[in-house]
């Protein structure tokens, strides 16, 4: 696709569709921070502070165990244990693969989080601003 508006013109992306389901779903990315309180709540704004806590929660109808790594912006794993938990979804039609990231030793930059579950992998990106 190509931008229309005077601030994309000329930028170019590329999307693909592929034609085989996946059994890991897209990442709902979640904020506790000092204005949600004890709460987390659903954030579609990828920056991060340190003194915020990351949540991402998956959909998945897979069986198998769920794991979770910390990558940094060229793809190499840091040694940051993520935690990771399963929990039933109300509607009973699958489940949700929920990993708690720890951002306080993590320097300003661009980092992704790979959940890898059955035979799909899915990484989503975020960014932790000073």
């Known amino acids: 696709f190509t931008?229309?508006?005077?601030?994309?013109?000329?930028?170019?992306?590329?999307v693909t569709i592929s034609s085989a389901a996946s059994p890991l779903g897209e990442a709902m990315l979640l904020r506790r921070g000092l204005t949600t309180g004890q709460r987390y709540v659903r954030t579609s704004d990828?920056?991060?502070?340190?003194?915020?806590?990351?949540?991402?929660?998956?959909?998945?109808?897979?069986?198998?165990?769920p794991t979770a790594v910390l990558r940094d912006r060229r793809g190499a794993e840091l040694p940051v244990p993520l935690q990771v938990a399963e929990r039933a979804d109300a509607s009973g039609a699958f489940r949700w693969i929920v990993v708690d990231v720890p951002l306080l030793s993590l320097a300003p930059g661009d980092y992704a989080v790979e959940v890898v579950h059955a035979s799909a992998s899915r990484m989503t990106p975020f960014r932790l601003t000073p």
């Open 46 to 65: 990828l920056r991060f502070q340190r003194t915020d806590r990351l949540r991402l929660e998956l959909p998945t109808d897979a069986v198998g165990t």
């Open 3 to 14: 931008g229309a508006n005077a601030d994309t013109v000329g930028e170019v992306g590329r």
